[in-house]
């Protein structure tokens, strides 16, 4: 088992900037790769950005590239979301997520979410 914990959330004007932490625990994450998904009211949960925690890969979606930044301190299980130029749409629960399969981060762990709220 893995278990995820999120935090870092909050209420941002537009242009305004966060960063979501992920704390992992539990199994050896060495071959794991961990990411961030959201999910907004209505909508399906959506990708957002991965990284591997061995060698450091990763990947954004298109509608963060530019504007948000994965890392990752192994040394502190913990993973991180720098999320800059944030927009209204952007607005949805974060969820941290883990899994051993790269880069789908198929049937991951998942964290409880966190809120991250941008106002016009």
């Known amino acids: 088992q893995v278990q995820l914990v999120e935090s870092g959330g909050g209420l941002v004007q537009a242009g305004g900037s966060l960063r979501l932490s992920c704390v992992a625990s539990?199994?050896?994450?060495?071959?794991?790769?961990m990411g961030w998904f959201r999910q907004a009211p209505g909508k399906e949960r959506e990708f957002v950005a991965g990284?591997?925690?061995?060698?450091?890969?990763?990947y954004l979606s298109s509608s963060v590239k530019g504007r948000f930044t994965i890392s990752r301190d192994n040394a502190k299980n913990t993973v991180y979301l720098q999320m800059n130029s944030l927009k209204p749409e952007d607005t949805a629960v974060y969820f941290c997520?883990?899994?051993?399969?790269?880069?789908?981060?198929?049937?991951?762990?998942w964290g409880q979410g966190t809120q991250v709220t941008v106002s016009s």
């Open positions: 990284i591997l925690l061995s060698g450091g890969n990763t």
């Open positions: 997520a883990a899994s051993t399969r790269w880069p789908s981060l198929a049937n991951p762990y």
């Open positions: 539990g199994r050896t994450l060495s071959r794991y790769g």
